[in-house]
Each structure stands twice: as structure tokens, then as C-alpha cells.
């Protein structure tokens, strides 16, 4: 994986450079780390692969489409809602237990769902600073109430000891990382969009180089008598 992406980043200006899939890939890894070391570090290691794979992509596919009107409102929140929301009920099934996780999985898309309809995409990622305003606030509220009652919700259903706490913790996670995250948004967007293009060359190579080391690995362990996975 490694040796291919970075492949592609050696041929990021050929592959349309900035406004190619590539600018949204940097994009969605970068938001991703974001949402992964945040939500890893309270909630654990099943919430910070949620927060990498899903939350982060998520958020970048929101603010790349947020002005296309080729797609109805409900069909984006459907998507972008059932995205997040089954991640959250894997982790909640990894986490806790398949019970849990599976109706914290359905109520968080009905929140992440009712969340998009209400808020809406990120509106203000062109001013290229990090700024935090009402909209960014208004988001974070709700996100952040929807989840912790989806948790709270989850956990009574369930049966889950400390129900309330863990729907609480979980609420202000969310609410806390997606205000971050959102008022970073502008700075991320500009710092990709100055990316030189011979810098993700150079991070390219770097990652080919990184990925064939680890592919080396596994062949120079016998010969030194180092056991292998």
C-alpha cells in the first residue's frame, strides 16, 4: 500500500496535481490523522481507526462537494450519515459488544443523519486560517449532543453498565473534535493547496522507500534467525 501510494505521489503532477484525486486523498489522510488521534486517545484504539478511515474522509468529501447541487441534501446526509455511523457502531461492537454496537451503529446514523440536515457541510474553508465562530460552535453542539444521546440511548437499550458516562464521553468527543476540526479545515485546505508539487514527489519517493523496507523486512528476519509473523 505504501509503494503504491507513494507511486502516486510521484506522479501527483500527472495525475492532476492539486485539483486531481490526489489533492483529496492528502486531504481526507490529513483530516483523518486529525479525527484518529483525537477520538483514539479518550475512547480508545476501535474509535481512532473510525475516526482515520471514516470520520476524516468523510469530512473532506463534504467540504469538495459542498457546493454541487447534483445530488439532493437528503441522499448527501444519507451517505455521509451512514458512513460515520457505521463506523462508530463497529467500534462500538469492537469496543463493547455486538449488542451495543449494533444499535449505537443504527442511532448514530440517525444522528450523524439529523446532524448534516441541520448543519449542513462546512460553509467558510477558503479564508485559509483557523478561525472558530457561532457555525463552527452550532456544529459542534449539535453533533456533540446527537452522539452523546445516541451513546446514552445505546447503552440503556443494551444494557451496558455506566450507560450515561459512556454516552456523555462519547457526546463530548465527537462535539469537541468536530469543532476542532472544522475551524482547522481552512488551514488544512490552504496547506494542501500549496503543497509543491516536487515536495509530494518527494514524499512519494519517501513512502516507496519506507513501504520496500518493510517488504525487505520479511526476508532478512530468517537470515539472521529473527522469528516472522
Given at each position: 500500500m505504501l509503494d503504491a501510494l507513494g507511486g502516486l505521489y510521484l506522479a501527483y503532477d500527472l495525475l492532476g496535481g492539486k485539483r486531481g484525486p490526489l489533492g483529496t486523498v492528502t486531504k481526507s489522510i490529513s483530516y483523518g490523522v486529525l479525527f484518529g488521534v483525537v477520538y483514539w486517545l479518550p475512547l480508545g484504539m476501535w474509535f481512532g481507526l473510525a475516526g482515520f478511515l471514516a470520520s476524516g474522509p468523510a469530512l473532506s468529501l463534504e467540504i469538495e462537494r459542498r457546493g454541487a447541487r447534483d445530488v439532493h441534501p437528503f441522499v448527501k446526509a444519507l451517505v455521509y450519515g451512514s458512513f460515520r455511523g457505521l463506523s462508530f457502531g463497529a467500534a462500538g461492537w469492537l469496543s463493547k459488544d455486538p449488542r451495543f454496537g449494533t444499535v449505537f451503529g443504527l442511532l448514530c446514523t440517525i444522528a450523524f443523519v439529523a446532524a448534516f440536515l441541520v448543519v449542513g457541510p462546512p460553509a467558510d474553508v477558503q479564508s485559509g486560517?483557523?478561525?472558530?465562530?457561532?457555525?463552527?460552535?452550532?456544529?459542534?453542539?449539535?453533533?456533540?449532543?446527537?452522539?452523546?444521546?445516541?451513546?446514552?440511548?445505546?447503552?440503556?437499550?443494551?444494557?451496558?453498565?455506566?450507560?450515561?458516562?459512556?454516552?456523555?464521553?462519547?457526546?463530548?468527543?465527537?462535539?469537541?473534535?468536530?469543532?476542532?476540526?472544522?475551524?482547522?479545515?481552512?488551514?488544512?485546505?490552504?496547506?494542501?493547496?500549496?503543497?509543491?508539487?516536487?515536495?509530494?514527489?518527494?514524499?512519494?519517493?519517501?513512502?516507496?522507500?519506507?513501504?520496500?523496507?518493510?517488504?525487505?523486512?520479511?526476508?532478512?528476519?530468517?537470515?539472521?534467525?529473527?522469528?516472522?509473523?
Amino acid at each position: 500500500m505504501l509503494d503504491a501510494l507513494g507511486g502516486l505521489y510521484l506522479a501527483y503532477d500527472l495525475l492532476g496535481g492539486k485539483r486531481g484525486p490526489l489533492g483529496t486523498v492528502t486531504k481526507s489522510i490529513s483530516y483523518g490523522v486529525l479525527f484518529g488521534v483525537v477520538y483514539w486517545l479518550p475512547l480508545g484504539m476501535w474509535f481512532g481507526l473510525a475516526g482515520f478511515l471514516a470520520s476524516g474522509p468523510a469530512l473532506s468529501l463534504e467540504i469538495e462537494r459542498r457546493g454541487a447541487r447534483d445530488v439532493h441534501p437528503f441522499v448527501k446526509a444519507l451517505v455521509y450519515g451512514s458512513f460515520r455511523g457505521l463506523s462508530f457502531g463497529a467500534a462500538g461492537w469492537l469496543s463493547k459488544d455486538p449488542r451495543f454496537g449494533t444499535v449505537f451503529g443504527l442511532l448514530c446514523t440517525i444522528a450523524f443523519v439529523a446532524a448534516f440536515l441541520v448543519v449542513g457541510p462546512p460553509a467558510d474553508v477558503q479564508s485559509g486560517h483557523a478561525h472558530i465562530n457561532q457555525s463552527v460552535l452550532h456544529r459542534a453542539g449539535f453533533r456533540g449532543l446527537s452522539i452523546g444521546l445516541a451513546g446514552i440511548l445505546s447503552g440503556i437499550i443494551s444494557g451496558e453498565p455506566h450507560a450515561l458516562w459512556y454516552g456523555v464521553e462519547v457526546g463530548l468527543v465527537t462535539g469537541i473534535s468536530s469543532g476542532i476540526l472544522v475551524a482547522v479545515a481552512p488551514a488544512i485546505e490552504a496547506w494542501v493547496e500549496n503543497l509543491p508539487d516536487r515536495r509530494m514527489g518527494g514524499y512519494g519517493a519517501i513512502l516507496v522507500l519506507i513501504g520496500s523496507v518493510f517488504q525487505t523486512v520479511q526476508y532478512i528476519c530468517p537470515l539472521v534467525g529473527l522469528p516472522t509473523m
